[in-house]
Each structure stands twice: as structure tokens, then as C-alpha cells.
């Protein structure tokens, strides 16, 4: 069932649809779709060039604003952001942004589009940690100031988690290759299975440090530590990724978790042709993290999931729950536990303070964080590249730019 896996989820605009899909826009004055992205993309520019079938303006559009613009136009929860903005949602829909994005992007390329032009050296060079989605922004925004950048990687491939915790279904292997290819191209070296130990030892050399570790490590709750049959989210899709999803995986699973991790867990498990897949989760409906394009996309392959639930003891394979907010419990057996409660970050190895939010508190000198670890904004690739995009100024503006 690995096939199922491999094939993206959803189809690509073809050029009827998706000119189709920009005419319906308003073409907005102030546009608010362009105003709630957090990557500052700008759809309202790419959409009324699409709409005029300026697909090679869109292109620049995106690509400027955006240096991970075909990643973005496939995981990012656009209707949390663009799309909730769209003035088209009092007539009828919103315009499918995303879509769009991607049908540019593709564009872009087919043609092999060469947009992104690179200053003259100044002379600094600059040591980015991590090569998930905000190493390498930041690495290709330094790149394009000029700036002599080395991205240092401590697994065998770049792109972090986008790599390897992201499911194809969503996110192809070979639409990060070509994304960390233009970054490359701009002069960016990235050195993978390198794993940094020393950070001052880094601040010496170079002139200045960006840590973009991530949140690579995935929680465990108490009572599920060392229990064999026990995964947790993180493992299981850099697991799942890594063997193109040829993996064995019983009949029977329970996922614990409502976010946009656990539904791309619930979701892979599916396609991967799990027969029973039940997720529970602590919050109720109303309250659910995941996005709604996930959580339809979960219940349209037939996940079970019940809401409102807390794990409050496991014995042998069967987990017991209580509600919150009704006074009952359910039992759950599965051969296989997987569990999507959180994910933490690294960044402590290092000798810096993380908060609660496994966010690093401080940093001084010329260490700058980016990303998951940088303070303020969500988890999700779209905050990456827009953390990238400040972070970017403060380490021009430190280096002394203008």
C-alpha cells in the first residue's frame, strides 16, 4: 500500500483550473489575504498576475517573497492565515491559495526559472545550525546579501524535518531536493552528518551564528516510557519517510494526540492500509489544534476519533481514558501506540535556557535562533521562513548593513 503513500494527496491545478480559480478573486484593494501571511507572500500580487496569465510575474511574486514558496504552497495551513482573510468567504469559498501558489511554483519549475539574484560578497561569513525550514531560509537570505553561509547538518540529508518527519502524501522528497538546490545555487555549502558540539567554538570562527535546530525530538508521557509497543509520532514518520513507506505496521493502532503531526500520522497509517486507526484526543472539537484540511482529510480515510479524552493509565496493550468534561472512561487496546503530544527541541545541549514552549530565552554575542526555538509565532513552516526573514535583518543590521 506503500504507492498510496508515495502519490501526492491532492491534485495539482490543471491551467483551465486554475485560471478558473484566480478569476474568481476580487482583486482586493489592501488586500487582506496578503496581510494575514505570515511569510509576507504576498497572494494578492501572484493571484491578479495568474488571473492576467502573467504566470512568469506570479513566479518572481512568490519566489522573492518566499524563498521556500513550492514547500510552503503544499503544508502550509492557509486556512488559518491567507485564506481566512479572503473577501471572497462572504460570497461563497475563499480562493484556494495554496493551489495556486503550487500551480506557480510548478511553473516556475518547468521552465527552469532563474529568479533569485545574489549581491556582491561582503566579506562575512555566517555558520547556520540545522537545515530544516528556517536554516535554510536564513541560509539563502544571508547568501543573497552576500554573505559567505555554511549550513551544518548533523543527519545524513538536509531539509530537517521537512525531510524526514513530513509524509510524501503531503510533502515529496523531490520538492525539497529542488528547493535546497536553489538555495545551493546561491552559493550556500551545507554540510551534512556534521554534528556541532561547540557553539562558542562556532562563534570564534565565523561572524555570526544562526541556531535553527527545530523541535526534532518528539514527547514521551510518564506512563508509556520503555514500553516496546510504544512510538512516538516523530520516530514513527521519520521511520515511515526514510523506507518510502515500506514498513510493517499491525492491523490495530491507537494514536493519542489532535494536532497537525497526528494527522499526518492517523492519515499515513491509512494509506499505508491499516485496517482499525483510532486517535484520541484531549481536545474536544472545538478546541482542535490540527487544521481543518487535515482533520477532514483524516476522517475522509476513516480515522476513529473521539474527543475530550485524557490517558490516565495503561496496562498490557489497553490504555484507559477519562473525559474532561463528562463523567466517563473508555478502554482502548492496540497492538501499536503512537503518540503525537508535543515534540521539544535540542537547543538545550547547547547551554541555552528554554522555556516552556521550548523556546530559547537568550542568546548573546553573535548567536542569533531561528524558527521553532525563536520566540513568538507558531510551529509551522510558514513561521519558519517569516522567523528567517527577521532574523535575516537583525544579522545584516549586527554585521553592519544597511
Known amino acids: 500500500m506503500s504507492e498510496k503513500y508515495l502519490k501526492e494527496y491532492e491534485a495539482g491545478y490543471t491551467p483551465k483550473l486554475v485560471m478558473e480559480e484566480a478569476s474568481r478573486c476580487l482583486l482586493c484593494h489592501d488586500a487582506p489575504c496578503s496581510k494575514a501571511c505570515p511569510a509576507g507572500t504576498d497572494p494578492a500580487k501572484f493571484i491578479r498576475s495568474v488571473r492576467f496569465k502573467n504566470f512568469k510575474g506570479a513566479a518572481e ?23 481566512l482573510g479572503c473577501s471572497r468567504s462572504g460570497i461563497d469559498k475563499p480562493i484556494d491559495i495554496g493551489r495556486i501558489q503550487r500551480y506557480v511554483t510548478d511553473y516556475e519549475d518547468c521552465l527552469k526559472m532563474d529568479i533569485l539574484e545574489k549581491k556582491a560578497s561582503n566579506g562575512k561569513k555566517v555558520a547556520v545550525v540545522g537545515s ?28 530537517g524535518y521537512m525531510r524526514y518527519g513530513m509524509p510524501e502524501y503531503r510533502l515529496p ?129 476513516g480515522v476513529s476519533i473521539m474527543d475530550g479524552f485524557v490517558p490516565v493509565s495503561l496496562k498490557g496493550k489497553t490504555v484507559r481514558f477519562t473525559h474532561r468534561f463528562v463523567p466517563s472512561e473508555v478502554k482502548v487496546k492496540a497492538d501499536l501506540i503512537i503518540l503525537a503530544v508535543g515534540q521539544a527541541t535540542e537547543a538545550g545541549a547547547f547551554g541555552l535556557e528554554v522555556n516552556k514552549l521550548q523556546e530559547v530565552e537568550k542568546v548573546e554575542g553573535n548567536l542569533f535562533t531561528c524558527g521553532d526555538i525563536y520566540k513568538g509565532g507558531e510551529k509551522t513552516v510558514v513561521y519558519a521562513v517569516r522567523s528567517a526573514k527577521e532574523v535575516a535583518y537583525k544579522v545584516k543590521k549586527y554585521l553592519g548593513g544597511k
Open 61 to 83: 511574486t512568490v519566489r522573492i517573497n518566499n524563498i521556500l514558496g513550492a514547500i510552503c504552497a503544499r503544508v502550509c495551513p492557509t486556512e488559518r492565515y491567507c485564506q
Open 132 to 159: 530544516g525550514p528556517a536554516g535554510l531560509s536564513i541560509a539563502g537570505l544571508l547568501a543573497l546579501e552576500g554573505c559567505s553561509v555554511v549550513v551544518f547538518e548533523k543527519d545524513a540529508k538536509a531539509g
Open 173 to 301: 522528497s523531490s520538492v525539497v531536493d529542488k528547493e535546497i538546490k536553489r538555495i545551493q545555487k546561491l552559493g550556500v555549502e551545507i554540510r551534512t552528518s556534521t554534528k556541532v558540539e561547540d557553539l562558542k567554538k562556532l562563534q570564534k570562527e565565523y561572524d555570526a551564528v544562526v541556531l535553527a535546530v527545530g523541535h526534532s525530538k518528539g514527547k514521551m508521557l510518564p506512563m508509556f516510557e520503555g514500553h516496546r509497543f510504544v512510538k512516538t509520532a516523530v520516530d514513527f514518520l521519520h521511520d515511515c519517510k526514510k523506507k518510502k513507506g515500506n514498513i510493517k505496521v499491525p492491523d490495530n493502532v491507537l494514536v493519542i494526540g489532535g494536532g497537525d503531526v497526528a494527522m499526518d500520522v492517523v492519515t499515513t497509517l491509512k494509506l499505508l492500509g491499516v485496517k482499525q486507526v483510532t486517535d484520541v484526543v484531549y481536545e474536544t472539537f472545538e478546541e482542535f489544534r490540527a487544521s481543518k484540511k487535515e482533520l477532514m482529510g483524516a476522517q475522509e480515510q
